[in-house]
């Protein structure tokens, strides 16, 4: 009787970039697991052969002696024998951990790292809704990809919990032997449903120590995880207590925030400003002597135009009233001359060109003969 195939258990990760909508928040959490020490063990997805992997559960055997006491499973495939064990399993996958590594964490650790990873529930077990989705989604992962777990993706034990930890904090962890109990509880009749285990690292051992073997016959669909895992994110419905995001995101360890993110760009409205531009001519002459801005007002009426000097303060003129030229900046001193020439720049432009431009440097007398003669203001006269 043929064992039973459950194509979600150890799949393939997913390593590629997130979906356009989750971008900003997973992309720390992909990069982290493309450079992480479970990587290839992640990332190689090669062609499983039914026959191959059906063979070795239904002959596997537990042998408590061998490997040097160590331990290891014996199988027969094609009448080959086939030997897995610990170290093989740590070359082969290549999880850069040694036989002295632990596969339990302290306590206190494990305590400690709950909250950073905005954990809201109880613990043992680590409920997979209770954490933050960044670290749901990689509890998710974890649970699918590298536990033996059959069915049943919600929690983590004891030991899955060490190794969820360890991979986030860099923590020192005997994946290899943490795999290597799993597939011998599913020898030894621990496990009371027996079912085809690893079978994404057992062909990943058969190509790599055993190319002999002869590879026909049915291939079983294992997909690697697609977009889809990002389903696990939303909580299911119906269900009374929910992750509430009581404590804050912290992205720490092999999953920190790796740069910047950019804040969402802000769109500066442009502003429309009403000015004129004094031509070159209207300003030449002017002497700077003080780094202070006043404001030039040339108001025009019947009698004249009269110019005038101040600080801004002065209410806005009806558009009647208001020059053609607009001076932005004004310097406190002017020559005769450069008053001469804008004076026949404003009249030109009202369509009365004066006769006499002479601006005099004299002050002007008490009952002044020629109206022609003010400095400051001009009297019109009729064309």
């Not at 195939?5 to 970039?17: K, M, P, R, W």
């Not at 804040?263 to 003080?290: K, S, T, Y």
Request: proline letters at 6%; hydrophobic letters at 40%.
């Amino acid at each position: 009787m043929d064992l039973k195939f459950i194509s979600t258990h150890n799949q393939a990760g997913y390593l590629a970039a997130p979906p356009e909508k989750h971008k900003r928040l997973y992309t720390s959490l992909i990069k982290g697991l493309n450079s992480c020490r479970l990587i290839h063990a992640l990332r190689d997805n090669p062609v499983v052969y039914e026959s191959l992997v059906q063979d070795f559960w239904k002959t596997a055997r537990f042998e408590a002696q061998g490997a040097d006491g160590k331990g290891m499973i014996e199988a027969e495939i094609q009448k080959k024998k086939i030997i897995i064990t610990e170290q093989m399993l740590r070359e082969v996958l290549k999880f850069g951990d040694t036989e002295s590594d632990p596969i339990e964490l302290p306590s206190d650790i494990i305590e400690a790292t709950l909250p950073r990873l905005s954990y809201e529930g109880k613990y043992p077990s680590l409920v997979k809704k209770f954490l933050h989705p960044y670290w749901r989604l990689l509890a998710h992962m974890f649970i699918l990809c590298m536990t033996e777990n059959r069915g049943g993706t919600d929690q983590l034990n004891i030991t899955q919990t060490a190794a969820f930890i360890a991979l986030i904090t860099n923590e020192p962890f005997n994946f290899s032997k943490y795999i290597f109990e799993g597939m011998k509880r599913n020898v030894t009749g621990v496990r009371k449903d027996k079912f085809i285990m690893y079978q994404r690292f057992l062909q990943m051992i058969f190509n790599a120590r055993y190319s002999d073997l002869t590879r026909s016959g049915d291939t079983l669909e294992l997909k690697p995880m697609g977009p889809s895992c990002f389903a696990a994110l939303t909580t299911k419905k119906g269900i009374e207590k929910k992750f509430e995001g009581l404590i804050p995101l912290e992205k720490f360890g092999q999953f920190a925030e790796t740069e910047v993110v950019a804040a969402d760009p802000v769109i500066v409205q442009p502003v429309l400003v009403n000015a004129m531009v004094a031509e070159e001519h209207d300003v030449q002459g002017a002497i700077i002597n003080e780094p202070e801005t006043k404001i030039l007002t040339i108001n025009s009426d019947d009698e004249g135009i009269e110019i005038m000097c101040d600080s801004g303060d002065d209410e806005e003129l009806p558009p009647e009233k208001e020059a053609d030229v607009v001076v932005s900046t004004v310097l406190s001193v002017i020559t005769a001359e450069s008053l001469a020439l804008l004076l026949k720049s404003v009249t030109d432009k009202m369509g009365n060109t004066p006769s006499n431009l002479t601006v005099s440097d004299e002050e002007p007398s008490e009952n002044p003969q020629d109206p022609d003669s003010l400095p400051l203001k001009r009297k019109r006269r009729d064309p």
